[in-house]
Every structure is written in structure tokens, then in C-alpha cells.
């Protein structure tokens, strides 16, 4: 049996959802490598689960994260191992995630925990959430993307104002440059991310997550490749029997049940 003192990351299923919850109270959410081993099994079950359609990233407790438990990543003691070939990478480096993921967020959000958020689509923030990239304080740098994630979500402007300065901002300021997509009273962030995911799973869930593939096309490679996908995107979905029910239930005037095929 694993030592749950250790803190762990775990999953609930909610019907087509996948909620991910860490857990290390103790440490305010700071991350092993175990942890976030069990965080890219986490998506990875999401990935290729075809029963599930969309993520919940959570955590439990008065903090989202305080970031790395530096000692187990760095040094002598450290207990850092690769991913399997093939896993989801949290952080979107390598292998991403092609489902939507909700991420709600409260108190202490710091450094990998602004680089989780980011890796996924939208936030939900509790009012008294905390920002912080503070890398460069301690003579290093963000390494799980704040340095162009920040720049996709907030602008040139914002993102240097933030990542040069390493100051801790509001969940307000989050809000105003774009990081964060609803602000909730501190205790209703997961509740309302849960709400949203449920609104996204009630659609079609092939063409949500050709949606997200196509978005992710332009930031990675420009307008023209994504142009260059649609014709790719029109096949998959018109081929689809999601859309075929989806014609159907126009007709029929009702709502749509979606089968993900």
C-alpha cells in the first residue's frame, strides 16, 4: 500500500467526466515525482478512455498547489523518474492531452501550479486564489511553459510584467489578463468546474475534441496550417454519427444524445 502521507493524486469517474484531485494538505498540494507520475497516469487514463470526454483538475484543501517539493526533484535525494513512452505530460511538453480539461484553482497557486492550469483550457478561480512564477527568486527559471503559455493567454505585456517581476497577483488580476475564465467565492471553484464540464460533455464530444486539436494547430504552427486542417476536421465530424444525431435531433426538435462515435 502507497504511504498517502506522501500525498498522491487520485481519480473519480462522473459519468463521461474524469475528476483529478490532488491531495498533500500537509505540503500545501506541493508535488512529488510520484505524484505527478500519478497526475500524467491521470490524463493519460482521460486520453484513452473513449468513455470519457472531459477532465476536472482539483484540489483538496485551502491551497491549489505551492509547487514542487524541490528536494525530491533536485539533488541528491531526489527520486525523479521518467514517464512511461507514451503517457500524457501535465504539463503539455511532450505528449498532450486532446480532451478538454477544467481546472479549478483556490488560495496558493504557484509556479507549477500556474503551468498546470495553463496546459489545460479553462479556469475557474476562487477569489482568494494567489499567483505566483517565482522561478527566478530562486535563481532558476519556469521550465513547464509559464514562458509562452503566459504569452498565448495574457499578452507580450502582461506575461514579462509578471514573469520579470516574480510578484504574487490576485485571482482579479489572473481574471483581467486572461488567464483565468471565472471567478467563484472561495469553495465553489470545483463545484462550478464540474457545472462547466458537464455543459461541455452534453455536446458532441468528437467535436469538442476536434475543436481543442484545431485551436492547438494555430498556436503551434499558424493560421495557414490550421486553414489547412479543416478539410481533415469536416471529415471526421461529418462522418461521425454524433452528427447524424445531431441533424436528427434538430429535426426532432430535441435535445441530442451524444454516443462519442
Known amino acids: 500500500m502507497s504511504d498517502m502521507s506522501a500525498g498522491r493524486v487520485y481519480t473519480e469517474r462522473h459519468d463521461h467526466i474524469l475528476k483529478i484531485v490532488i491531495d498533500n494538505v500537509a505540503k500545501k498540494n506541493a508535488f512529488s515525482p510520484e505524484m505527478m507520475a500519478q497526475l500524467s497516469d491521470a490524463l493519460t487514463l482521460l486520453e484513452n478512455d473513449d468513455d470519457l470526454w472531459v477532465g476536472v483538475l482539483c484540489a483538496v484543501g485551502s491551497a491549489f498547489t505551492a509547487g514542487l517539493d524541490m528536494p525530491k526533484f533536485f539533488g541528491p535525494t531526489a527520486t525523479v523518474k521518467p514517464d512511461p513512452e507514451g503517457n500524457i505530460d501535465p504539463f503539455g511538453l511532450a505528449n498532450q492531452c486532446t ?11 504557484y509556479t507549477i501550479g500556474i503551468e498546470l492550469m495553463l496546459s489545460g483550457d479553462i479556469v475557474v478561480a476562487a477569489t482568494d486564489a ?64 464540474m457545472e462547466l464540464a458537464r455543459i461541455i460533455a452534453a455536446n458532441a464530444p468528437i467535436g469538442i475534441r476536434v475543436t481543442k486539436t484545431a485551436g492547438r494547430k494555430f498556436i503551434e504552427a499558424g493560421e ?37 462515435r
Open 130 to 193: 494567489r499567483f505566483c512564477q517565482m522561478e527566478a527568486k530562486r535563481g532558476i527559471a519556469p521550465l513547464g511553459g509559464a514562458h509562452f503559455r503566459y504569452m498565448t493567454r495574457a499578452g507580450w505585456g502582461n506575461a514579462m510584467y509578471h514573469l520579470l517581476l516574480c510578484d504574487e497577483f490576485s485571482a482579479a488580476e489572473a481574471y483581467r489578463i486572461g488567464m483565468v475564465q471565472e471567478l467563484v467565492a472561495p469553495g465553489e471553484q470545483i463545484d462550478r468546474a
Open 99 to 109: 480532451k478538454p480539461i477544467v481546472t479549478a484553482v483556490q488560495g496558493i497557486c
Open 224 to 260: 495557414q496550417a490550421a486553414i489547412d486542417a479543416i478539410p481533415g476536421i469536416k471529415d471526421q465530424v461529418m462522418n461521425s454519427a454524433d452528427a447524424a444525431e445531431g441533424i436528427k435531433s434538430f429535426v426532432e426538435r430535441r435535445s441530442a444524445v451524444f454516443l462519442g
